[in-house]
């Protein structure tokens, strides 16, 4: 199969977009069928959670309401276990049912931090939804409650992924390749 470059590393295609659209729609099943008669507030977690959150959004059938908040970790393909703080949180989480919207759980370091520093708002639950997930390389204990998908270990962009800024915008998942 053809390989694309994406700076200055070659990807192969992964995971069509069709395939991460049939995903998508079964965790918003499971949401709305879980949430019905509730009123989450999903947080998505920035930047990656962009297109993602966009999709799932526009199948979830409950009343919501939406917010963005940013924790950046990352940089190049491996991870800096270097955590920085949740920035952007507008809303009084006290009492509310949480939905986190995320891109990928690799190691779980990111999103471990993101759910202790959430538990001092006394939110009156916390759920993750994760597009994908790599158990590999998962280093922690959290349940992922809504996941499309689990990938092996290797390095992907497209769909919000990126590396090193680029991809984002690639409609299909690609994974890293010789050439
Ligand atoms: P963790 O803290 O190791 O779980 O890493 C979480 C963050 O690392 C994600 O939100 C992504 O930004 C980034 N990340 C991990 N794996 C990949 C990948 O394969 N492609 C692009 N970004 C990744
Ligand atoms: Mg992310």
Known sequence: MESILVKDKYFK???DAKAIDAGVRR???E???????KNPLFLCVLNGSFIFAADLLRKITCQCQVSFVKYASYSGISSKGEIKT????NEDLNGRDIILVEDIIDTGLTMDHLLTELKTYHPASVRIACFCFKPVAFKKSFKIDYLAMEIPNDFVVGYGL???GYGRNLPHIYKITEH
């Open 162 to 164: 990126d590396y090193d």
């Open 86 to 89: 949740m920035i952007g949180l």
């Open 31 to 37: 949401i709305n069928n879980d949430y019905k008669d």
């Open 27 to 29: 965790i918003a099943e």
């Open 13 to 15: 295609k992964f995971i």
